[in-house]
Protein backbone atom coordinates (compact mmCIF):
# COMPACT_ATOMS: atom_id res chain seq x y z
CA UNK A 1 0.00 0.00 0.00
CA UNK A 2 2.89 2.41 0.91
CA UNK A 3 4.27 1.55 -2.53
CA UNK A 4 1.48 2.41 -3.96
CA UNK A 5 0.64 5.79 -2.44
CA UNK A 6 4.63 6.88 -3.30
CA UNK A 7 4.01 5.80 -6.63
CA UNK A 8 0.98 7.88 -7.42
CA UNK A 9 2.41 10.75 -5.34
CA UNK A 10 5.31 10.56 -8.07
CA UNK A 11 2.88 10.81 -10.74
CA UNK A 12 0.87 13.84 -9.51
CA UNK A 13 3.89 15.71 -9.06
CA UNK A 14 5.29 14.85 -12.25
CA UNK A 15 2.17 16.22 -14.05
CA UNK A 16 1.89 18.95 -12.02
CA UNK A 17 5.25 20.39 -13.38
CA UNK A 18 4.39 19.36 -16.93
CA UNK A 19 1.06 21.40 -16.17
CA UNK A 20 3.02 24.24 -15.20
CA UNK A 21 5.72 24.04 -17.98
CA UNK A 22 5.01 27.12 -20.58
CA UNK A 23 4.26 27.17 -23.30
CA UNK A 24 7.03 27.28 -26.59
CA UNK A 25 6.87 30.67 -27.51
CA UNK A 26 8.90 29.83 -30.15
CA UNK A 27 6.72 26.99 -31.42
CA UNK A 28 3.84 29.61 -30.93
CA UNK A 29 5.42 32.07 -33.53
CA UNK A 30 5.86 29.53 -35.93
CA UNK A 31 1.94 28.43 -36.01
CA UNK A 32 1.15 32.28 -36.26
CA UNK A 33 3.21 33.07 -38.69
CA UNK A 34 2.06 30.06 -41.14
CA UNK A 35 -1.62 30.78 -40.31
CA UNK A 36 -1.70 27.38 -38.02
CA UNK A 37 -4.65 28.71 -35.57
CA UNK A 38 -5.67 25.54 -34.92
CA UNK A 39 -2.75 23.78 -34.52
CA UNK A 40 -1.70 26.49 -32.01
CA UNK A 41 -4.99 26.44 -30.19
CA UNK A 42 -4.72 22.38 -29.69
CA UNK A 43 -0.99 22.73 -28.41
CA UNK A 44 -2.02 25.37 -26.08
CA UNK A 45 -4.81 23.17 -24.81
CA UNK A 46 -2.53 20.12 -24.44
CA UNK A 47 -0.17 22.35 -22.40
CA UNK A 48 -2.34 24.34 -20.18
CA UNK A 49 -4.87 21.36 -19.10
CA UNK A 50 -8.24 22.40 -17.03
CA UNK A 51 -8.85 24.06 -14.82
CA UNK A 52 -7.24 27.45 -16.06
CA UNK A 53 -7.33 30.56 -13.97
CA UNK A 54 -3.87 32.46 -15.59
CA UNK A 55 -5.94 35.31 -17.29
CA UNK A 56 -2.78 35.95 -19.85
CA UNK A 57 -3.12 31.97 -20.55
CA UNK A 58 -7.05 32.25 -21.67
CA UNK A 59 -6.19 35.09 -23.96
CA UNK A 60 -4.11 32.96 -25.84
CA UNK A 61 -6.65 30.67 -25.86
CA UNK A 62 -9.61 33.08 -26.85
CA UNK A 63 -7.14 34.40 -29.62
CA UNK A 64 -6.01 31.50 -31.29
CA UNK A 65 -9.72 29.44 -30.95
CA UNK A 66 -10.90 33.23 -32.47
CA UNK A 67 -8.36 33.26 -35.38
CA UNK A 68 -9.46 28.98 -35.97
CA UNK A 69 -13.06 30.01 -36.55
CA UNK A 70 -13.52 27.84 -33.26
CA UNK A 71 -15.91 30.68 -32.13
CA UNK A 72 -17.94 28.31 -29.06
CA UNK A 73 -14.50 27.75 -27.71
CA UNK A 74 -13.29 31.76 -28.37
CA UNK A 75 -16.42 32.47 -26.84
CA UNK A 76 -16.06 30.68 -23.38
CA UNK A 77 -12.59 31.77 -23.03
CA UNK A 78 -13.50 35.65 -23.15
CA UNK A 79 -16.24 34.91 -21.09
CA UNK A 80 -14.41 33.65 -18.34
CA UNK A 81 -11.76 36.77 -18.70
CA UNK A 82 -14.29 38.83 -18.12
CA UNK A 83 -15.87 37.50 -14.89
CA UNK A 84 -12.68 37.69 -13.96
CA UNK A 85 -11.65 41.21 -15.13
CA UNK A 86 -14.42 43.20 -16.17
CA UNK A 87 -12.55 46.38 -16.64
CA UNK A 88 -10.70 45.08 -19.95
CA UNK A 89 -11.70 46.49 -22.68
CA UNK A 90 -10.09 44.52 -25.16
CA UNK A 91 -11.89 41.76 -23.84
CA UNK A 92 -15.08 43.40 -24.11
CA UNK A 93 -14.31 44.40 -27.98
CA UNK A 94 -13.63 40.77 -28.60
CA UNK A 95 -16.56 39.11 -26.87
CA UNK A 96 -18.74 41.81 -29.17
CA UNK A 97 -16.98 40.39 -32.27
CA UNK A 98 -17.21 36.77 -31.33
CA UNK A 99 -20.51 37.09 -30.49
CA UNK A 100 -21.45 38.75 -33.70
CA UNK A 101 -19.75 36.61 -35.72
CA UNK A 102 -22.12 33.77 -34.02
CA UNK A 103 -25.28 35.97 -35.00
CA UNK A 104 -26.15 37.07 -31.63
CA UNK A 105 -26.26 40.88 -32.88
CA UNK A 106 -28.41 42.06 -29.73
CA UNK A 107 -26.25 40.17 -27.26
CA UNK A 108 -23.12 41.64 -29.22
CA UNK A 109 -24.57 45.27 -28.92
CA UNK A 110 -24.77 44.83 -24.99
CA UNK A 111 -20.85 44.18 -24.84
CA UNK A 112 -20.22 46.88 -27.01
CA UNK A 113 -22.03 49.64 -25.29
CA UNK A 114 -20.37 48.35 -21.64
CA UNK A 115 -17.22 50.17 -23.53
CA UNK A 116 -19.12 53.07 -23.83
CA UNK A 117 -18.97 53.05 -20.19
CA UNK A 118 -15.69 54.02 -19.97
CA UNK A 119 -14.83 54.98 -23.43
CA UNK A 120 -17.16 57.96 -24.99
CA UNK A 121 -14.68 58.81 -27.71
CA UNK A 122 -14.04 55.57 -29.50
CA UNK A 123 -14.27 55.76 -33.33
CA UNK A 124 -14.30 52.09 -33.47
CA UNK A 125 -16.62 51.37 -30.84
CA UNK A 126 -19.57 53.76 -32.73
CA UNK A 127 -18.96 52.10 -35.67
CA UNK A 128 -19.38 48.04 -34.74
CA UNK A 129 -22.63 49.86 -32.85
CA UNK A 130 -23.58 51.36 -35.96
CA UNK A 131 -22.99 48.59 -37.81
CA UNK A 132 -24.95 46.00 -35.10
CA UNK A 133 -27.84 47.83 -34.83
CA UNK A 134 -28.26 48.09 -38.83
CA UNK A 135 -28.22 44.32 -38.62
CA UNK A 136 -31.23 44.39 -36.35
CA UNK A 137 -33.34 46.40 -38.21
CA UNK A 138 -32.49 49.59 -36.26
CA UNK A 139 -31.49 52.30 -39.23
CA UNK A 140 -32.36 55.63 -36.83
CA UNK A 141 -29.81 53.80 -34.10
CA UNK A 142 -27.15 52.94 -36.82
CA UNK A 143 -27.68 56.95 -38.20
CA UNK A 144 -27.30 57.95 -35.04
CA UNK A 145 -24.02 56.01 -34.20
CA UNK A 146 -22.16 56.79 -37.49
CA UNK A 147 -23.03 60.48 -36.96
CA UNK A 148 -20.78 59.97 -33.57
CA UNK A 149 -18.27 58.26 -35.67
CA UNK A 150 -18.11 60.92 -38.11
CA UNK A 151 -18.08 63.39 -35.72
CA UNK A 152 -15.11 61.82 -34.08
CA UNK A 153 -13.37 61.13 -37.56
CA UNK A 154 -14.84 63.17 -40.36
CA UNK A 155 -12.38 61.66 -42.69
CA UNK A 156 -12.86 57.83 -42.32
CA UNK A 157 -14.25 56.71 -45.71
CA UNK A 158 -16.60 53.73 -44.84
CA UNK A 159 -18.64 55.87 -42.34
CA UNK A 160 -18.56 58.72 -44.58
CA UNK A 161 -19.76 56.82 -47.25
CA UNK A 162 -22.52 54.66 -44.88
CA UNK A 163 -23.25 57.82 -43.62
CA UNK A 164 -24.04 59.24 -46.57
CA UNK A 165 -25.70 56.81 -48.42
CA UNK A 166 -28.69 56.81 -45.19
CA UNK A 167 -28.78 60.56 -45.88
CA UNK A 168 -29.15 59.58 -49.70
CA UNK A 169 -32.28 56.82 -48.97
CA UNK A 170 -33.68 60.11 -46.58
CA UNK A 171 -33.11 62.32 -49.34
CA UNK A 172 -30.91 64.88 -47.27
CA UNK A 173 -29.07 65.01 -50.45
CA UNK A 174 -27.19 68.34 -48.96
CA UNK A 175 -26.00 66.68 -45.73
CA UNK A 176 -24.60 63.75 -47.81
CA UNK A 177 -22.60 65.74 -50.02
CA UNK A 178 -21.08 67.76 -47.14
CA UNK A 179 -20.27 64.72 -45.19
CA UNK A 180 -18.30 62.90 -48.33
CA UNK A 181 -16.55 66.51 -49.52
CA UNK A 182 -14.55 66.43 -45.61
CA UNK A 183 -13.66 62.85 -46.59
CA UNK A 184 -12.65 63.32 -49.80
CA UNK A 185 -10.12 66.02 -48.70
CA UNK A 186 -8.03 63.75 -47.52
CA UNK A 187 -8.61 60.61 -50.29
CA UNK A 188 -9.56 62.63 -53.35
CA UNK A 189 -9.36 59.05 -55.46
CA UNK A 190 -11.48 56.91 -53.01
CA UNK A 191 -14.49 55.45 -55.96
CA UNK A 192 -16.64 54.97 -52.87
CA UNK A 193 -16.48 58.46 -51.70
CA UNK A 194 -16.57 59.57 -55.48
CA UNK A 195 -19.54 57.04 -55.81
CA UNK A 196 -21.68 58.84 -53.24
CA UNK A 197 -20.34 62.20 -54.95
CA UNK A 198 -21.89 61.45 -57.84
CA UNK A 199 -25.43 60.50 -55.95
CA UNK A 200 -25.51 63.22 -54.00
CA UNK A 201 -24.56 65.81 -57.01
CA UNK A 202 -27.02 63.99 -59.35
CA UNK A 203 -29.64 64.29 -56.83
CA UNK A 204 -29.01 68.01 -56.22
CA UNK A 205 -29.27 68.35 -60.20
CA UNK A 206 -25.77 69.23 -60.26
CA UNK A 207 -25.32 67.98 -63.52
CA UNK A 208 -21.84 69.04 -64.34
CA UNK A 209 -20.39 68.21 -61.79
CA UNK A 210 -22.10 64.31 -61.85
CA UNK A 211 -20.69 64.61 -65.31
CA UNK A 212 -17.18 64.46 -64.16
CA UNK A 213 -17.26 62.50 -61.39
CA UNK A 214 -18.84 59.54 -63.27
CA UNK A 215 -16.31 59.72 -65.91
CA UNK A 216 -13.37 58.90 -63.09
CA UNK A 217 -15.68 56.61 -62.09
CA UNK A 218 -16.01 54.65 -65.32
CA UNK A 219 -12.56 55.49 -66.39
CA UNK A 220 -11.62 53.53 -63.45
CA UNK A 221 -13.28 50.74 -64.36
CA UNK A 222 -16.75 51.03 -62.58
CA UNK A 223 -19.41 50.08 -65.20
CA UNK A 224 -22.36 49.18 -62.81
CA UNK A 225 -25.74 50.26 -64.50
CA UNK A 226 -26.22 53.19 -62.24
CA UNK A 227 -23.09 54.57 -62.72
CA UNK A 228 -23.51 54.45 -66.72
CA UNK A 229 -26.95 55.70 -66.39
CA UNK A 230 -26.61 58.97 -64.46
CA UNK A 231 -23.37 59.86 -66.71
CA UNK A 232 -25.92 59.49 -69.83
CA UNK A 233 -28.64 61.12 -68.01
CA UNK A 234 -26.39 64.24 -67.17
CA UNK A 235 -25.29 64.09 -70.51
CA UNK A 236 -28.89 64.70 -71.52
CA UNK A 237 -29.27 67.28 -69.09
CA UNK A 238 -26.84 69.19 -70.02
CA UNK A 239 -27.72 69.05 -73.80
CA UNK A 240 -24.64 66.66 -74.96
CA UNK A 241 -27.08 64.54 -76.78
CA UNK A 242 -24.32 62.76 -78.76
CA UNK A 243 -22.69 61.65 -75.34
CA UNK A 244 -25.99 60.48 -74.01
CA UNK A 245 -26.50 58.42 -76.87
CA UNK A 246 -23.09 57.06 -76.85
CA UNK A 247 -22.94 56.56 -73.30
CA UNK A 248 -26.64 54.73 -72.80
CA UNK A 249 -25.51 52.60 -75.85
CA UNK A 250 -22.72 50.67 -73.28
CA UNK A 251 -26.33 49.16 -71.65
CA UNK A 252 -27.49 48.32 -74.65
CA UNK A 253 -24.49 46.68 -75.69
CA UNK A 254 -24.53 44.50 -73.13
CA UNK A 255 -28.22 43.92 -73.18
CA UNK A 256 -28.87 45.95 -69.80
CA UNK A 257 -30.97 48.73 -71.99
CA UNK A 258 -34.01 50.13 -69.34
CA UNK A 259 -36.95 52.21 -70.20
CA UNK A 260 -35.07 55.01 -68.65
CA UNK A 261 -32.06 54.76 -70.77
CA UNK A 262 -34.08 54.28 -74.16
CA UNK A 263 -36.59 56.95 -73.64
CA UNK A 264 -33.49 59.47 -72.75
CA UNK A 265 -31.93 58.03 -75.95
CA UNK A 266 -34.86 58.29 -77.73
CA UNK A 267 -35.24 61.98 -76.51
CA UNK A 268 -31.70 63.09 -77.48
CA UNK A 269 -32.06 61.96 -81.07
CA UNK A 270 -35.25 63.80 -80.96
CA UNK A 271 -33.42 66.51 -80.10
CA UNK A 272 -30.98 66.19 -82.51
CA UNK A 273 -33.61 65.78 -85.24
CA UNK A 274 -33.47 62.13 -85.90
CA UNK A 275 -37.04 61.72 -85.17
CA UNK A 276 -36.61 57.59 -87.04
CA UNK A 277 -33.85 57.10 -84.64
CA UNK A 278 -36.17 58.48 -81.87
CA UNK A 279 -39.50 56.25 -83.27
CA UNK A 280 -37.03 52.77 -82.83
CA UNK A 281 -36.05 53.89 -79.12
CA UNK A 282 -39.43 55.20 -78.23
CA UNK A 283 -40.39 51.60 -79.17
CA UNK A 284 -37.53 50.21 -77.14
CA UNK A 285 -38.97 52.29 -73.84
CA UNK A 286 -42.64 51.15 -74.31
CA UNK A 287 -41.72 47.50 -74.61
CA UNK A 288 -39.81 47.85 -71.50
CA UNK A 289 -41.95 49.97 -69.62
CA UNK A 290 -42.90 49.51 -65.85
CA UNK A 291 -43.66 52.79 -64.72
CA UNK A 292 -46.40 55.24 -65.84
CA UNK A 293 -44.13 56.77 -68.86
CA UNK A 294 -45.88 54.78 -71.25
CA UNK A 295 -48.48 57.42 -72.20
CA UNK A 296 -45.76 60.60 -72.75
CA UNK A 297 -43.65 58.01 -74.66
CA UNK A 298 -46.55 57.08 -77.04
CA UNK A 299 -47.23 61.05 -77.51
CA UNK A 300 -43.65 61.81 -78.20
CA UNK A 301 -43.77 58.87 -80.88
CA UNK A 302 -46.93 60.87 -82.10
CA UNK A 303 -44.67 64.43 -82.17
CA UNK A 304 -42.02 62.25 -83.99
CA UNK A 305 -43.82 61.01 -86.74
CA UNK A 306 -45.50 64.55 -87.36
CA UNK A 307 -42.31 65.89 -88.25
CA UNK A 308 -41.72 63.17 -90.56
CA UNK A 309 -44.82 64.10 -91.79
CA UNK A 310 -46.11 60.41 -91.52
CA UNK A 311 -49.07 61.58 -90.46
CA UNK A 312 -50.97 58.33 -90.13
CA UNK A 313 -48.55 56.59 -87.48
CA UNK A 314 -48.71 60.44 -85.73
CA UNK A 315 -52.24 59.96 -84.97
CA UNK A 316 -52.01 56.18 -84.01
CA UNK A 317 -49.48 56.80 -81.46
CA UNK A 318 -51.28 59.91 -80.04
CA UNK A 319 -54.77 57.96 -79.63
CA UNK A 320 -52.53 55.30 -77.90
CA UNK A 321 -50.84 57.74 -75.96
CA UNK A 322 -54.41 58.94 -74.86
CA UNK A 323 -55.30 55.43 -73.63
CA UNK A 324 -52.46 54.87 -71.01
CA UNK A 325 -53.22 58.40 -69.74
CA UNK A 326 -55.60 61.25 -70.90
CA UNK A 327 -53.39 64.33 -71.49
CA UNK A 328 -54.37 67.52 -72.49
CA UNK A 329 -51.18 68.36 -74.37
CA UNK A 330 -51.93 65.24 -76.55
CA UNK A 331 -55.73 66.04 -77.34
CA UNK A 332 -54.12 69.75 -78.23
CA UNK A 333 -51.86 67.73 -80.65
CA UNK A 334 -54.38 65.47 -82.15
CA UNK A 335 -56.72 68.76 -82.70
CA UNK A 336 -53.97 70.88 -84.35
CA UNK A 337 -53.17 67.57 -86.86
CA UNK A 338 -56.76 67.33 -87.75
CA UNK A 339 -56.85 71.42 -87.77
CA UNK A 340 -54.18 72.11 -89.96
CA UNK A 341 -52.60 68.55 -91.64
CA UNK A 342 -55.58 66.22 -92.38
CA UNK A 343 -57.93 69.18 -93.00
CA UNK A 344 -60.67 67.41 -90.74
CA UNK A 345 -63.04 70.38 -88.90
CA UNK A 346 -65.32 68.08 -87.13
CA UNK A 347 -62.76 65.77 -85.70
CA UNK A 348 -60.10 69.12 -85.14
CA UNK A 349 -63.15 70.69 -83.21
CA UNK A 350 -63.89 67.57 -80.90
CA UNK A 351 -59.92 67.18 -80.14
CA UNK A 352 -59.98 71.57 -79.17
CA UNK A 353 -63.06 71.02 -76.68
CA UNK A 354 -61.11 67.50 -75.15
CA UNK A 355 -58.25 70.04 -75.03
CA UNK A 356 -60.22 72.29 -72.74
CA UNK A 357 -62.23 69.95 -71.09
CA UNK A 358 -59.08 68.14 -69.36
CA UNK A 359 -58.11 71.85 -67.78
CA UNK A 360 -54.90 72.18 -69.13
CA UNK A 361 -51.97 73.91 -67.31
CA UNK A 362 -51.99 77.52 -66.58
CA UNK A 363 -49.12 77.74 -68.68
CA UNK A 364 -50.40 77.05 -71.21
CA UNK A 365 -53.00 79.86 -71.90
CA UNK A 366 -51.55 80.41 -75.48
CA UNK A 367 -52.52 77.07 -76.29
CA UNK A 368 -56.19 77.83 -74.86
CA UNK A 369 -56.63 80.89 -76.22
CA UNK A 370 -55.66 79.73 -79.84
CA UNK A 371 -57.86 76.28 -79.56
CA UNK A 372 -61.13 78.56 -78.24
CA UNK A 373 -60.58 80.90 -81.30
CA UNK A 374 -60.24 77.58 -84.19
CA UNK A 375 -63.55 76.29 -82.22
CA UNK A 376 -65.39 79.77 -83.15
CA UNK A 377 -63.28 79.92 -86.70
CA UNK A 378 -64.28 75.77 -87.35
CA UNK A 379 -67.80 75.92 -86.17
CA UNK A 380 -70.45 75.55 -88.53
Known amino acids: MKNILITLLLILSVLQLHAQQPANDSLLLDYYQNQRFADAADYLQKTYPEPITDLKVLAKLAYTSKMASRLPDAENYYQRIYDTDTTSL???YNMSEIIKRRGNNKKAIQYVKKILLKDTTNFDVYKQLADLSQ???DIEGSIVYLQKANKINPLNPDVA???SSFYINLKLYGNAENIIDKALVADTANLLLLKGKAQASYALKRYPVAVAITKKLIDAGEQAGSIVSMLATSYYMTTQYADCIKTFKILEDGNTGTEASYYYTAMSYKALHNNAKAIVYLNKAIEEAVSTGVSSY?????????RLHQLKSAVEAYQKSLLYKPDAITYYALATLYDTELKNKSIAI??????????????QKTYIAYSK????SLGI
Open 90 to 92: TNL
Open 350 to 363: KYYKKYLANKPKDS
Open 135 to 137: NIG
Open 161 to 163: YDL
Open 298 to 306: YSEKGDSYD
Open 373 to 376: ERIK
